[in-house]
């Protein structure tokens, strides 16, 4: 019914930028919010980022350096990350709260992207 797709993770020197995507698709007759969650290998799924109505939320490590946004008028919340960090490494995973046509308000997760911070 819907789904959600990431993409632009890969492999980055300490300083370097990266910008994810997250596109949703199906049966989708709103979106009320988009995260950024990320899962760092022995730690639990920490929120990084979100964006509802058009505000954009940040957890206090990647204020200044990541950006939320989302695309107008497409289904698509993209992550800009600047400068990042070792400690940035890091399975990125889409959040979706959105409406679904005749199913109503649910809530749907990417796969992930893994995002490595290394020299």
């Known amino acids: 019914q819907v789904q959600l797709v990431e993409s632009g993770g890969g492999l980055v020197q300490p300083g370097g930028s990266l910008r994810l995507s997250c596109e949703a698709s199906g049966r989708i007759f709103g979106i009320f919010a988009v995260s950024w969650y990320r899962q760092a290998p022995g730690k639990q799924r920490e929120l990084v980022a979100s964006?509802?109505?058009?505000?954009?939320t940040y957890v206090d490590s990647v204020k200044g350096r990541f950006i939320i946004s989302k695309h107008n008028g497409e289904n698509t919340v993209f992550l800009q990350m600047n400068s990042l960090k070792p400690e940035d490494t890091a399975v990125y995973y889409c959040n979706a709260d959105i409406s679904v046509l005749v199913d109503g308000r649910q809530i749907f997760w990417g796969q992930g992207t893994q995002v490595t911070v290394s020299a």
């Open positions: 964006i509802i109505a058009g505000s954009p």
